[in-house]
């Protein structure tokens, strides 16, 4: 069933990381981590549909999206870019991605971090943080996506690693097998993980590599 709603808020949070507030239907519920099919209420774009999730709260009024956009992709996310304070989009009911199954370590590249967004910040506003770790991978630092949220919310337990940038901050490469190691003191947790599938593959073998048990590794493909 599709649900229009209509932007109250949208702009620009990172250099490529656009958010987009919107009302919220009566009655539409999600839990934190899940997703909806998205699609712009105008002729051309109705029947274009792609899968963002949300970041705002099921507690929340309204509801919220942050999404990477990325040059020369020629589509809907790079549509959404001209759209303006009440202009209408399409949404599909609540479905799928990643649920929150208890303390772990989230595994982010990139845009995947957007399904932990509305995970850590409920955990966050609920004090049932303990435990949990955000691992989470970008090219430099500028396309860290909520760096201060996150920095608040888990102190120490954020973690960052640059695979493009050398910098004093943040150790340089990937996640992998080693650097979740030596990340992680105890292998015994529930691990989630999303990220483009490249990253997804290699961290899920990783994972596998440590003798992390299949059950305790919690991943949803969006693309």
């Known amino acids: 069933m599709a649900h229009k709603i209509n932007i109250q808020e949208i702009g620009f949070i990172r250099h490529n990381v656009l958010q987009i ?3 919220r239907p009566s009655g539409y519920d999600f839990t934190p981590g899940q997703a909806c099919e998205m699609s712009i ?3 051309k774009w109705k029947e274009e549909k792609r899968p963002f ?8 009024g309204f509801l919220q999206f942050t999404i990477k956009v990325y040059p020369n992709h ?3 996310t790079d549509q959404l870019q001209t759209l303006e304070q009440g202009d209408s989009l399409l949404i599909s009911d609540s479905w799928g991605a990643i649920s929150y199954q208890g303390p772990g370590v989230f595994l982010a590249g990139g845009a ?3 399904p932990f967004i509305a995970i850590i910040k409920n955990l966050a ?3 049932n943080l303990e435990g949990n770790t955000l691992i989470f991978g970008n090219q430099r630092e500028r396309d860290i996506i909520l760096q201060s949220d996150f ?3 888990l102190g120490k337990d954020f973690i960052n690693i640059l695979s493009d940038e050398h910098s004093s901050k943040f150790p340089h490469g990937t996640i992998d097998k080693e650097f979740i190691k030596n990340h992680t ?9 999303c990220g483009p599938p490249p990253m997804m593959d290699s961290v899920y073998n990783a994972l596998l590599e440590l003798d992390v048990p299949k059950k305790n590794i919690i991943t949803e493909d969006l693309d």
Do not use: I
């Open 21 to 23: 507030q919107t009302d």
């Open 41 to 43: 209420d105008q002729p």
């Open 53 to 60: 999730t949300f970041t705002s709260l099921p507690d929340d």
């Open 74 to 76: 020629y589509g809907v």
């Open 112 to 114: 995947g971090v957007t």
């Open 125 to 127: 506003r609920k004090g």
């Open 151 to 153: 920095e608040r919310w």
């Open 185 to 193: 003191a105890n292998l015994d947790k529930k691990f989630y993980l």
